[in-house]
Every structure is written in structure tokens, then in C-alpha cells.
Nanobody, 124 residues
Framework: QVQLVESGGGLVQAGGSLRVSCAGSGRTFSTSAVGWFRQAPGKEREFVSAISWSGGKTEYTDSVKGRFTISRDNAKNTVYLQMNTLKPEDTAVYYC?????????????????WGQGTQVTVSS
């Protein structure tokens, strides 16, 4: 079993930055791919970014490339999402998720464990 806890969300003005964190428990976390998804009101959950178990491979959705950076510290069982130049359309609940195995997934169905989410609100 893997338990995930997100933190770091909040309210920020457009153009600002936030870093959200995902702390995981269990040995599986450090040997699994981790993804970030987001869900805005009335919209489906969408892929944002993911990182391989080693941190050697990362993926981003086009709308956040160049603005968001995913990283991980396996010694701390934590994955981070640094979000810069935030836009109002980035407003959503951000979820981290763990996929058993080594490969990155791009669909919510690829992931096995989910956190409770953290709200990110970007004001214009």
C-alpha cells in the first residue's frame, strides 16, 4: 500500500509561483513512477506531469512545458511540482498519483494510488 499526501497549494496572483509536494509512504513509492494530475470544476481530470522512479525521465503536458518542473527526492519519499508563471487556467485541484512499476503513464487509469489533492487558485 502507498499513502500519498499533497501539500503546498494556495492562492497566488497570475505570474506568480507555487511548489506543491507529494509525500509518499511505503517502499513502493521510491521505485515507482509518480504523476501529477489536475481537475478544474466541471472538467475531467487531466495529466500534468510525471517522473520516472529514478527521476531520469520526465513528461509534461504541452500547456505547462517551460513553466512547470517536476522533481523527486527518493531519500525523502517526496515528489515536487514547481509551478512558475502561473495562469488563471492553472486553477484546479492538483493530485499526485503512483503507478506501480517503472514506466510513466499519461492516463489516470494508469495509476494505482492517489492523494487527496491540494487546491491551487490563480487570480487574474
Amino acid at each position: 500500500q502507498v499513502q500519498l499526501v499533497e501539500s503546498g497549494g494556495g492562492l497566488v496572483q497570475a505570474g506568480g509561483s507555487l511548489r506543491v509536494s507529494c509525500a509518499g509512504s511505503g517502499r513502493t513509492f521510491s521505485t515507482s513512477a509518480v504523476g501529477w494530475f489536475r481537475q478544474a470544476p466541471g472538467k475531467e481530470r487531466e495529466f500534468v506531469s510525471a517522473i520516472s522512479w529514478s527521476g531520469g525521465k520526465t513528461e509534461y503536458t504541452d500547456s505547462v512545458k517551460g513553466r512547470f518542473t517536476i522533481s523527486r527526492d527518493n531519500a525523502k519519499n517526496t515528489v515536487y511540482l514547481q509551478m512558475n508563471t502561473l495562469k488563471p487556467e492553472d486553477t484546479a485541484v492538483y493530485y499526485c498519483a503512483v503507478r506501480r512499476g517503472l514506466r510513466i503513464g499519461f492516463s489516470a487509469d494508469d495509476y494505482d494510488y492517489w492523494g487527496q489533492g491540494t487546491q491551487v487558485t490563480v487570480s487574474s
